[in-house]
């Protein structure tokens, strides 16, 4: 029989482990705003598209992408380079209109 105090360990390890973006929008160094380039060899990050869930919410812009989300798109001169996969992701996004960033 399993006593009630690993029982709530059991519960509580998820929220326990570590986030992949921290408190200044970074995720294993690298800051999630600014250039991005998608490659398919070599990436800077893992990512994952999801609708539900994600542990950051991308807002895709032309101009100006200077805070925590907001990604523009390059061939060129990238912050970081993404490889978008379907299993064991660094990153879970969310693409959205609004409101990008943590959520």
Do not use: H
């Amino acid at each position: 029989m399993i006593s009630p105090l690993v029982l709530v360990f059991i519960m509580l390890l998820p929220a326990l482990q570590e986030k992949p973006v921290d408190k200044n929008c970074q995720c294993k160094g690298f800051k999630l705003y600014g250039r991005v380039k998608v490659v398919t060899d070599f990436p800077d990050l893992k990512v994952k598209i999801v609708e539900n869930f994600p542990d950051l919410k991308v807002q895709v812009v032309e101009n100006f992408p200077d805070q925590c989300g907001k990604w523009t798109f390059v061939d060129n001169f990238p912050d970081f380079k993404i490889k978008f996969v379907t299993d064991f992701p660094d990153l879970k996004i969310k693409f959205v209109e609004n409101f990008p960033g943590k959520p």
